[in-house]
């Protein structure tokens, strides 16, 4: 199986430009989850979607926003980018959702680097 | 703040060593999982390890787990080069209705040949 990607690997924004990242789960594979990785704060979980229903939400303002599609495809979208946005955008992808049994494996793709200028 | 907090934050080794990373978390767990990550890439889950087990086996990797203190260990045998990267370990924090993924900060791994 085609492992996950996301589109673009790298992109280069200016303060208060949007920007929307693209990523592709492995197929068969219902649950995608974003994180942003800095080298201040580590890996940050934003949200995760299942069957096109965002299920949950890390601590970041509505800035930061996404959905998913009917073939499991997700974006996200960053409104009015800040200099502190700039990060590891990674998506990852798991048949199952983060529930009471834990997290399910996820299967990383390499990762969205936006620098914000 | 994170669930997960790995230690040591960087560790140094030649090829051959054992490297040894340990990670601690706060609230109750069903698994725990531990994950690699190569610089500036996406990260590879390596094992996945549930609160009813306290040791697990894959090749050179060995994990313990310690429910009662609340800690995991990752146990690398006979490094190679190949495995200089960061290591995390993953669970998932019950936080606003929902169980949230939450990675620790990550172990700075360098084997030198």
């Known amino acids: 199986k085609a492992g996950v990607t996301q589109t673009p690997r790298y992109l280069i924004k200016t303060r208060g430009q949007q920007v929307t990242l693209s990523c592709s789960p492995i197929?068969?594979?219902?649950?995608v989850s974003w994180y942003q990785q800095t080298p201040g704060q580590g890996l940050q979980f934003l949200f995760e979607?299942?069957?096109?229903?965002?299920?949950n939400k890390g601590n970041f303002p509505g800035r930061f926003s996404g959905r998913q599609f009917s073939n499991s495809r997700s974006e996200m979208n960053v409104s009015t980018l800040e200099l502190g946005d700039s990060a590891l955008y990674l998506c990852?992808?798991?048949?199952?959702?983060?529930?009471?049994?834990?997290?399910?494996?996820?299967?990383f793709g390499p990762g969205t680097r936006l620098t914000v200028l | 703040s994170q669930q997960g907090e790995e230690d040591p934050q960087a560790l140094s080794i030649q090829e051959g060593e054992n490297a040894t990373m340990n990670c601690s978390y706060k609230?109750?767990?069903?698994?725990l999982q531990w994950y690699r990550q190569n610089s500036g890439r996406g990260l590879v889950h390596l094992i996945l390890?549930?609160?009813?087990?306290r040791e697990k086996h894959s090749g050179r990797l060995r994990v313990t787990l310690d429910t009662s203190k609340k800690s995991s260990s990752l146990l690398i045998t006979a490094s190679r080069a190949a495995d200089t990267a960061s290591y995390f370990c993953?669970?998932?924090?019950?936080?606003?209705?929902?169980?949230?993924?939450?990675f620790g900060r990550g172990t700075s791994l360098i084997v030198h040949p």
């Open positions: 990852a992808s798991s048949i199952r959702v983060a529930g009471q049994g834990g997290t399910d494996t996820q299967y």
């Open positions: 197929s068969g594979h219902r649950s």
């Open positions: 979607y299942f069957s096109e229903t965002q299920r």
């Open positions: 609230t109750s767990i069903n698994n």
């Open positions: 390890i549930r609160s009813n087990e």
């Open positions: 993953a669970t998932a924090a019950y936080s606003g209705g929902s169980y949230i993924p939450t």
